[in-house]
């Protein structure tokens, strides 16, 4: 069957109205009815729909919504895992960076000055920080 066969059966004329209503394209509608049908095992067209086949589908459709809603939601806290992971890994690198470049400075203070004189200032300086 094609797309424009399927859409000529869109007469059933509740599905046409429901698309404009909804802002949706004749094509989407067609595109939602057959994935309906094959997920409900329907073989029937719009215009046979009965109303129970169409409060099915109502209900099909709420699913659907609810579904997307609900991978949206997903997607965004993956994403908000992600974005906090990627900013503790960079402060890791930015602490390491940090200490590879004081245990360089105290380095080349013991090569200037004994290492009890620069114990002592490290000393001194915990004492300050402490108070």
């Given at each position: 069957m094609s797309n424009d066969d399927d859409l000529?059966?869109?007469?059933?004329?509740?599905l046409v109205d429901m698309g404009e209503k909804s802002g949706q394209s004749r094509s989407t509608m067609n595109n939602w009815w057959n994935a309906f049908c094959s997920?409900?095992?329907r073989s029937i067209t719009p215009k046979q729909a009965t109303p129970e086949d169409k409060s099915v589908f109502f209900d099909w459709l709420e699913e659907a919504k609810a579904k997307a809603e609900a991978e949206k939601v997903e997607k965004a806290r993956i994403a908000e895992e992600e974005r906090k992971r990627k900013e503790l890994e960079a402060e890791a690198k930015r602490k390491e960076s940090e200490r590879k470049d004081l245990f360089k400075y105290l380095d080349d203070s013991l090569r200037m000055f004994d290492f009890e004189t620069?114990?002592?200032?490290?000393?001194?300086?915990m004492e300050e920080k402490e108070s």
């Open positions: 000529s059966k869109l007469d059933g004329k509740w997920e409900t095992e620069v114990s002592e200032w490290l000393y001194l300086w």
